[in-house]
């Protein structure tokens, strides 16, 4: 069993910046990538950014530029820096754990709320 846990949301302005953290714990040997996805009202969840344990990362199109995904091995913790935020990056984000950074694994976070204000 895996247990991802997630902090960092919140609330801030178009333009501004948070950071996001998910740190993992339990059997996690089998572990290849970690990653967030993200789900707004209406919307289908999505990947956002992944990355894997040597440290190739993926993004989604609408965050490159702006998203920065990071590891700390020492601490099975995956970060999210978000900088330049928009009203459209509005959504619960979610931590993932599995093998690939292209689909979703087996194990999620509780979700955290972003909420960004014009």
């Known amino acids: 069993q895996v247990q991802l846990v997630e902090s960092g949301g919140g609330l801030v302005q178009a333009g501004g910046s948070l950071r996001l953290s998910c740190a993992a714990s339990?059997?996690?040997?089998?572990?290849?990538?970690m990653g967030w996805y993200r789900q707004a009202p209406g919307k289908q969840r999505e990947l956002v950014a992944s990355?894997?344990?040597?440290?190739?990362?993926n993004y989604a199109d609408s965050v490159k530029g702006r998203f920065t995904i990071s590891r700390d091995n020492a601490k099975n913790t995956v970060y999210l820096q978000m900088n330049s935020l928009k009203p459209e990056d509005t959504a619960v984000y979610f931590c993932?754990?599995?093998?690939?950074?292209?689909?979703?694994?087996?194990?999620w976070g509780q979700g955290t709320q972003v909420t960004v204000s014009s």
């Open positions: 993932n754990a599995g093998w690939s950074i292209v689909v979703a694994g087996n194990y």
């Open positions: 339990g059997t996690i040997f089998s572990i290849n990538a």
């Open positions: 990355i894997t344990k040597g440290g190739t990362t």
